[in-house]
């Protein structure tokens, strides 16, 4: 039974947030020059996250009815896009649902006679970041909140309509036409997924689909209704309707049951158990976990990126509406799919859908690390690391040659179909350094021993021992490769950058990985060797500047700034190398500035420690990409890549580790009214916070998660520093030097401070802010945020027309 007195708390706590705020502003409450959040009891920023995150909320003050602007809300495996339709639309996917989630699961609909959506005069509907739910408000008297249920592939639209004339209450699940489906997914049997039954009964009803697909994949998408009655009925093959007792307080609990993750495969039998017991539990114990299961999320990073003029205010948004979004459809058993994701209103049309790829995918994932959320890495790393046995055996058929190779485009069980059938990806080499060095990075960051032993150090060797395998040796005892493509962009080449830059990233830390576990000295040995006598990048040597292969350059078939490469994410060169000039001229010099929605160029450009570059590459890629109020796209080419290129640029421009070296906001615009702050993770499993404002760093805080030693960046040059040990206030080490090494202990805070101006003459702020309540925009773009309230004779005319 539902407790009254629970839900009247759930109800005030997204108030609090701003889930169901009414307050007057979008701003964070600006802290003084010369306070700081740093909490030393917790080695993080001190953040009122309900009120800081609200913020961000994503508003619309007009119902929306363009299925492709309209708002998103997933639970981490299940997701929907929401627009205004005959009373609720929603587009529901499953990550689990459909090989790489190639195929929506349906629609829903909500009706009510008279519509939901009439007779009112004031309308908001809010994306709460912080409890990741939607809630649209219509005067005060009907609230329509969309959730999750935590951990499942359940979620629920809970109702509250204190209307008196409510006669009738319908709720649609249906499927387009797919008697014309297209295989954009390769799936091995397109009539099953050509084929939907349906069903309805006493409990619940719903639409399956799918149900033959021999890799196991096919869903059943399912509702029924707590806190009312209801009965069903099948309304034709393709859709079923409940029809709901009009309730002032009601639960519709729908569900995407995917056949992968259900017992015997058996997809009905297990969305009808997930809709029973989550009924059963009820929506207050429901909403408490969801919430719960989001606030924690929430917690484990914090950035702060602003300046006067407010455009930083709203990069920082998109971070935090990007980081929701990929985390909404983040937690299934197979990765959130660059294009198709869970959030998308176009049925199952789509593209790209074959495969996995690596150069999309890669920006879609990359940031997590840093934010705390390892989880996330791993799904992605999964994809690959599943598949070890059957890439070493294609790589066998393929090459002839022992060791491991990872197609570019690579479907959900590891086939290679979408990659050899292209020129532009057939003779890709590389994509197994990024897949090997990407797991090597998850063990960097959480420490764990096992993993590396048992899957990142075991990929990490198949993989180098195939690019010893694939190099070729000249007179002179240099390695080179004779023979592959510079990525999509250049093909059949010698020397492609790539290549040279993926032996050089993995073959150090493969080296270091051996050792470590005391294992293969002798393959430890050869691939030294190979470091040691590789041939040396391609490079114009008239500009100074580095080519994607030998020359003369090969016929350009993509817009990719190969040579870049060596920057992110191979990090070979970056801040500190002798080599950083060289690079940076090469990033200036790159044929194909901002050209794809994947355009990786403000992280590299953080990389290089070119902080107005990454700023306004950042800028340059929403007023390039982002077209819609939602944050979403309308490219065709990819629509989730762009906003992570913002997390991971965001992230380096706060924090580098890359190396080894904690190195804090390293590619900052030089604007003096920039104030940044953040609390990321670092690589060696550090918590490391830092403050900036008014053009100077305060302090930086590190917290060992595992006692492992690193090396700091001194953030003030040579100005003498402190290592204060925050338990006890014990200071450690003082020096003057540009960076120095800090030992440390297990769960152990420290503080980095100047002896001049430590943290103690700093006063102590609590970042919080208030609800966001309308639209943001970005300077000198058409790129928004929300949706305003419509001139008063215009909105009116329109609910009138409901």
């Not at 940044?676 to 998660?705: D, W």
Request: charged share 20%; aromatic share 10%; with cysteine.
């Amino acid at each position: 039974m539902r407790s009254p007195r629970l839900l009247a708390a759930l109800l005030a706590a997204l108030c609090v947030s701003g889930g169901l705020a009414a307050l007057p502003s979008a701003s964070a409450a600006p802290a003084a020059a010369a306070d700081v959040a740093f909490d030393p009891g917790t080695g993080a920023l001190d953040v009122d996250y309900a009120h800081y995150l609200s913020r961000h909320d994503i508003v619309y003050n007009e119902p929306e009815t363009d299925p492709g602007r309209g708002l998103t809300v997933g639970n981490g495996r299940v997701g929907a896009m929401a627009w205004a339709q005959n009373g609720l639309s929603l587009q529901v996917s499953g990550v689990d649902a459909s090989e790489q989630s190639v195929f929506g699961a349906g629609d829903l609909g909500l009706a009510t006679t008279p519509a939901m959506d009439s007779g009112y005069r004031t309308y908001q509907q809010r994306l709460s970041l912080y409890d990741g739910t939607l809630t649209t408000k219509y005067d005060g008297d009907r609230t329509v909140t969309v959730m999750g249920e935590a951990g499942s592939e359940v979620m629920g639209i809970h109702v509250e309509d204190a209307r008196t004339d409510v006669s009738a209450v319908t709720l649609d699940l249906g499927l387009w036409d797919v008697s014309k489906l297209a295989n954009s997914g390769d799936v091995p049997d397109l009539d099953t997924w050509k084929t939907v039954s349906a069903y309805a009964d006493a409990d619940s009803a719903g639409i399956s689909r799918g149900q033959a697909d021999p890799n196991g994949f096919g869903y059943t998408l399912a509702a029924t209704v707590e806190g009312a009655p209801f009965t069903a009925k099948v309304v034709d093959g393709r859709t079923v309707r409940l029809t709901i007792t009009p309730s002032s307080s009601y639960t519709v609990w729908f569900t995407s049951s995917s056949r992968l993750d259900a017992p015997g495969h058996d997809s009905l039998t297990q969305a009808k158990k997930a809709l029973g017991s989550v009924r059963s539990a009820g929506y207050a114990k429901a909403l408490a976990g969801y919430l719960d299961w989001w606030h924690a999320f929430w917690q484990k990073s914090f950035v702060q990126y602003a300046n006067a003029s407010g455009d930083a205010d709203y990069l920082e948004n998109v971070y935090y509406l990007a980081t929701y979004l990929i985390a909404a459809g983040g937690q299934g058993n197979y990765p959130f799919h660059f294009i198709n994701g869970v959030f998308r209103a176009t049925g199952d049309d789509t593209k790209w859908s074959n495969a996995y790829w690596y150069w999309n995918q890669r920006d879609v994932y990359h940031s997590f690390l840093a934010s705390g959320h390892a989880d996330m890495t791993a799904t992605f790393n999964n994809l690959y690391s599943r598949n070890a046995a059957a890439l070493k055996a294609y790589t066998r058929t393929r090459y002839g040659v022992e060791g491991l190779w990872v197609p570019e485009t690579m479907g959900w069980d590891g086939n290679a179909r979408g990659t050899v059938n292209s020129d532009y990806t057939k003779n890709i080499l590389s994509t197994g350094t990024e897949a090997a060095e990407s797991m090597y990075a998850q063990y960097q960051y959480t420490d764990d021993t096992a993993y590396l032993r048992d899957t990142a150090y075991p990929f990490m060797r198949d993989v180098a021992v195939f690019y010893t395998k694939m190099l070729s040796k000249d007179a002179s005892g240099t390695y080179y490769m004779a023979n592959s493509n510079a990525h999509e962009t250049y093909w059949n080449v010698r020397n492609a950058i790539t290549d040279l830059a993926a032996v050089r990233s993995l073959f150090p830390a493969a080296v270091a990985a051996a050792r470590r576990l005391g294992r293969d000295a002798d393959l430890a040995a050869r691939w030294q060797d190979v470091l040691d006598h590789l041939v040396a990048y391609p490079s114009d040597t008239a500009k100074d500047t580095y080519l994607p292969h030998t020359p003369p350059l090969a016929q350009t078939r993509n817009d990719e700034n190969v040579a870049s490469e060596l920057v992110w994410p191979y990090g070979v060169t970056g801040i500190g190398y002798p080599d950083r000039p060289k690079a940076v001229d090469t990033w200036n010099a790159r044929p194909f500035p901002y050209d794809n929605v994947w355009a990786n160029d403000a992280i590299q450009a953080a990389r290089l420690g070119l902080g107005d570059q990454a700023y306004d590459g950042m800028k340059k890629m929403l007023q390039k990409y982002q077209n819609f109020p939602n944050g979403l796209t309308a490219n065709t080419n990819g629509v989730f890549e762009y906003l992570g290129v913002n997390l991971s640029a965001m992230n380096e421009s706060l924090l580098q580790s890359y190396n080894g070296k904690i190195r804090v906001f390293p590619a900052i615009p030089s604007d003096p009214s920039f104030t940044g702050r953040f609390t990321l993770r670092a690589s060696g499993g550090f918590t490391v916070s830092a403050e900036r404002a008014a053009g100077e760093t305060a302090y930086v805080g590190i917290r060992s998660l595992y006692g492992n030693s690193t090396t700091v960046v001194n953030p003030w040059g040579t100005q003498q520093v402190r290592v204060r040990r925050l338990s006890d206030n014990a200071v450690l080490q003082t020096t003057s030097a540009a960076e120095f090494t800090l030992d440390t202990a297990k769960d152990t805070g420290y503080v980095v401070e100047r002896t001049a101006k430590p943290l103690g003459d700093y006063g102590h702020t609590t970042l919080t802010g208030t609800a966001n309540q309308g639209v943001k925009t970005l300077g000198g773009t058409a790129s928004s945020l929300g949706v305003g309230a419509a001139p008063a004779p215009a909105a009116a005319a329109r609910r009138a027309a409901r």
